[in-house]
């Protein structure tokens, strides 16, 4: 058997290496079977159908084993994930008595992790909870035998074993080639090795070292260990091809930054570049569902690359709201997202939230809601606790199932499976403890994704090994295309190192980041600048790149954009055809609509706009009477007492003189909570007065705050400021301001000319965007305070 290992960094053509091969190898009528990531193998089957091609195979590691296994007669049931994870709770149970299903999850993720290695036994170098790990994997493997099932990570091993111990394979591949992967562990090693023993030859591709400062996973003894393992016979470097062209942008918001890359993907489609030569990757699954929805407003085929649970549908969603509602106690939140299966439970949750009640409210509470029930009383019937049996238990599931519609989807029969293993495994558990169990299995529960065309949204791991014509990577900043480089539970990094298991931390974070920028010749990298932590930057390893105007942020491809800008059919009625345009005198009232117009937009259908006096007279009285007393309280006072005076003495003596003592003439004029007028605004200053000396006319202000900086967030203040500095009307004035709060000592405010000029072109652009209607959204810092950002979706 010949080996050969292709080594080069991302983008230097090792897939291409590979398909160049296989079709050599298959034009000579030999059989090829390529061996690549999951998500890899539609990609290469369209590269090689480019070039019609008989006799090469496109497969995953784990499918080929598994038929191997099937082929030498070694395969029984395999276990489910949620099964395994099912089962490993049974053992904590046996063995400790209780287990919750995070607990048995994390168990469940270790004992997978040292299956893949190829570990037949739990390892114990003295770590705290190995031992009881050990204990638990023995449990575990009874179960599965008493059960006649096998675990999923088993066959890898099973298949290397059989084939190392000379098992004959009855359809060998004649040539085996390996794609897509950044690293081998010890397991995969070792299968392939058991596998290319039958085979004529054997080739793999890996990632060579990166450039500094960038990482990739493939470090020098992993190669070392591969080409001992595998017995390599020749190297093969392929040179790092011509880097990408890269293009940064750096968006306002994160909304923003995902419309601008909508766009110029809806403008390559309109050019006629085949969706699958294009691919958006994003860094999380956060990032890829906002995309998706937002690919909807956009019209644009989208394919979700991302392997589905259950709960990614939205039956599954529903299912699992089902089964925790009565835990959470029916909160509105969750009656308002079940009112799509219980017709009218929408006007149930909204009655109970106007009176902060729950659907577990006393029945007295419930009765007395001016809304029809029914709705809510099937919901509470048909969630009540099933009976402690199987038969009721299966019941239960079945009602919750076809309520949220699940029992017609592809998964059903799987989420009955679920349903019976979780009773099986906890028979003396209570209902509580099923319905737990059950919604913790969920998200490892695949669910069938209907195919459809379109451009692939993935995650940085999805794209490993792929190649597009455009790519647009999202999120390019600090901390975001990451690997779990934490600490593992079971066994520290030494543990790791000793036992030959992959190492957690190695400060290869950055190869992610790396890998995906590689995946296209044309790459658009981006970021939001703003985000709800606060300011953000790009990535430190993109600062050599500067960012540039987006080509495609400036067009219109959505309806609710083009909804905005172009003017509706003549046959729409008025108020359907635009904003209202607002023609605001108050300045109290159009600072609401600063910083963010659609913001003011919104607020003032919640709470419409104040019509009555801009302060009570009893209000305006009740601050009359707090400065006239905190004038007085600072009065000199005209007779000292005698410290020998009895206190109480003493006291009679100053509330006497007190009375007598006139109000302080410091108040003269001044208007306290009145209204202002300038030139077309009025303005509300906490208090001011005109005073004359002579031929000197003094204006005093008087605002609220402790001094120019915390003014400057003052809208209604600042603007008052530019306002008079700027008015004809006042030129001959001498203008004093003071923050004071009616009480204690005034003091002076001096503002800068800059303050003043920013503050008088905020209020002319605010005045002038209203009277012409538009209330578009202003994204920043304040969108974290805001309660519409699930209307406005800028944030
Ligand atoms: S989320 Fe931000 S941009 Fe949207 S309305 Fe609120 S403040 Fe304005």
New binding site residues.
Partial sequence: MSSTLIVGPPGSGKTRRILELARRRAAASERVTIIALPQQRADLLRRLGETPTLGVRVTDLQTLLYEVLEELGGVARIASVPARVAMVGAALRELYGEAAPGEAALYAGTLAELRRSGFEEVPVTGGRYQQRLREVDRVYRRLLGERGLIDLDDVRRLAALALEGGARWSDPPQHLMVDGYQAFNRMERRTLAAMAGSALSLTVSLPGLAPAPWTTRTPPEDLEALRRDLRIEKVEKLRAGAAPRFRLHAASSPSRELRDALAEVKICLQQGVDPHELALIVPDRAAARALLELGREYGLPLHDEHAASVLDTPQGRRFELLLGVRGRGYPPRDLLALASVYPGLELVAEALERRGLSGSSPVAALEALPVELAPLRDLLRETESPAPSLEAWLAYVERLMERAGCDRQPEAPELRVVAREVYALLPEANPAALIDWTRALLADLPAPRRSTPGVAVLEAEQASGRRFARTWLLGAQEGRYTLDESEEFFYSEEDRTLLGLERRMRGLASSVLYDALWRAPEVAVSYARSERGGERRAHRLLEALEAEPRPGAATTASPLELARLRPPPPETPPRYRRLEALRERRAWELARYAP?R??GY?EGRVRPAETRPVYAARDREAARRKARQAAWSQQELPAQTDPAWAPGFRERVLRAVRRDLPPRPDLEGLVILGVLPLGEMLFRPHAHRLLRRGRLETLEVYLIGTGVKQLRDHRESMWLAAQLRASDEHRGLKLDFYAWDLQGEREPLHFTAGDLERAREELSGLRAALEAGDYS????F??RS?R??D??R??
Avoid: N, Q, S
């Avoid at 959204?777 to 920043?780: A, F, I, T």
């Fill in positions: 963010c659609l913001r919104l959204p202003v994204p920043g304040h969108c805001c519409f950002g209307v406005c800028e944030t």
